[in-house]
T-cell receptor, first 115, second 111 residues
Framework: GAGVSQSPSNKVTEKGKDVELRCDPI?????LYWYRQSLGQGLEFLIY????????KSGLPSDRFSAERTGGSVSTLTIQRTQQEDSAVYLCASSSLAGLTYEQYFGPGTRLTVT | SQKIEQNSEALNIQEGKTATLTCNYTNYSPAYLQWYRQDPGRGPVFLLL?????KEKRKERLKVTFDTTLKQSLFHITASQPADSATYLC??????????FGTGTRLKVLA
């Protein structure tokens, strides 16, 4: 079946603009993660959605970042008033929670460049 | 604070040899440890999971060990091939959905 998809694959924006990044998880996966990966850095946890539960937003770096997940499927990560330090690859992952080991299936990522 | 360390220097090995990558952690009691492979421009791909009460896990040419006393996991690729060249990430969780990822080690297998 189809894997996790993300769009756009690349996004170049000017400082101060808002951007929206989209994630389509694997059908049937109830858990969805957003991560940020900067050059030479590990994956930085941003936010976690599980079913209809309140999301874990503890990793969002500032109030300029927000995310939503509609209908338990597609998720959108929004960054308002982008800054140059927001430049990174944003990765989405979904999980079926089988065995509660949280094996994650990642999308290809969106490379965001803020000029 | 919790910390995961993977060798940031690239590991170059000759084709056919065994590659061994290390993941060390501090101030953490992981219940599960995962290894992922990441190719340039792509998202990580899950390879193996090992539980805290397991010493070793194998899958084809891959072997993972987990030593909770040494706070270390070793990831081995036997009979390595150039196609194994990639960055390998380890990730730990105390048992919840929240995994902490290492920065990864880049492996290059030379033909």
């Amino acid at each position: 079946g189809a894997g996790v998809s993300q769009s756009p694959s690349n996004k170049v924006t000017e400082k101060g603009k808002d951007v929206e990044l989209r994630c389509d998880p694997i059908s049937g996966h109830t858990a969805l993660y957003w991560y940020r990966q900067s050059l030479g850095q590990g994956l930085e946890f941003l936010i976690y959605f599980q079913g209809n539960s309140a999301p874990d937003k503890s990793g969002l770096p500032s109030d300029r970042f927000s995310a939503e997940r509609t209908g338990g499927s597609v998720s959108t990560l929004t960054i308002q008033r982008t800054q140059q330090e927001d430049s990174a690859v944003y990765l989405c992952a979904s999980s079926s929670l089988a065995g509660l080991t949280y094996e994650q299936y990642f999308g290809p990522g969106t490379r965001l460049t803020v000029t | 604070s919790q910390k995961i360390e993977q060798n940031s220097e690239a590991l170059n090995i000759q084709e056919g040899k065994t590659a061994t990558l290390t993941c060390n952690y501090t101030n953490y009691s992981p219940a599960y440890l995962q290894w992922y492979r990441q190719d340039p421009g792509r998202g990580p791909v899950f390879l193996l999971l090992i539980r805290e009460n397991e010493k070793e896990k194998r899958k084809e040419r891959l072997k993972v060990t987990f030593d909770t006393t040494l706070k270390q996991s070793l990831f081995h690729i036997t009979a390595s091939q150039p196609a194994d060249s990639a960055t390998y990430l380890c990730a730990l969780t105390s048992g919840t959905y929240k995994y902490i990822f290492g920065t990864g080690t880049r492996l290059k297998v030379l033909a």
